[in-house]
């Protein structure tokens, strides 16, 4: 279903980009392959669109966010915060893993805020739910008006590779 939804959206970008449509894929388990498919979609945008996309973990971005209050920074807030805004496509992966303070509560509020009235498109990875995001409800409802909630799988698709990888090492090792 994930890849279906992926393949189907980067064909029918131009329209969805039109309504700033993003996807929102989910699961509770680590290794699902969330990030690997938003990277895919990313980077078929790029291929197909030449779209401007940035891909960021929620994480690093807020970080990043923080290190520019430093009096110091080479970088000023406004300038990264705005390039959030007005990027084509704004990858976040790994929404609601990262500890959540008011300044950067904020700032992420008026980056999709921003984003919500433009025709961009966001991309959103997760370990749970929309509503179950740590963000104020203001945050988790813009995210739900974005994109289209996708349930991944609640497997490891990692740790299968992973599996069949070191089996087929260790039967190599024991057959030579």
Excluded: W
Aim: glycine share 4%.
């Amino acid at each position: 279903m994930c890849k279906k939804a992926a393949e189907q959206y980067v064909k029918r970008f131009k329209e969805l980009k039109i309504k700033g449509q993003g996807l929102y894929f989910y699961s509770k388990v680590a290794g699902s392959g969330k990030t690997m498919l938003i990277s895919a979609i990313g980077n078929e945008l790029i291929k197909k669109y030449k779209a401007r996309v940035k891909f960021a973990t929620a994480g690093d971005l807020l970080d990043a966010i923080r290190k520019t209050y430093n009096p110091n920074s080479e970088i000023k807030t406004h300038e990264l915060i705005d390039a959030a805004k007005e990027v084509e496509v704004l990858i976040l992966d790994d929404m609601g893993q990262q500890s959540v303070k008011k300044d950067t509560n904020d700032q992420l509020f008026k980056i999709l805020n921003s984003r919500m009235d433009k025709p961009v498109v966001t991309i959103f990875s997760s370990n749970c739910k929309i509503e179950d995001l740590p963000y104020d409800y203001r945050i988790n409802s813009r995210i739900k008006d974005m994109a289209v909630p996708i349930h991944a799988p609640e497997e490891s698709v990692r740790e299968n590779l992973t599996d069949k990888k070191n089996k087929k090492i260790l039967t190599e090792l024991l057959t030579g």
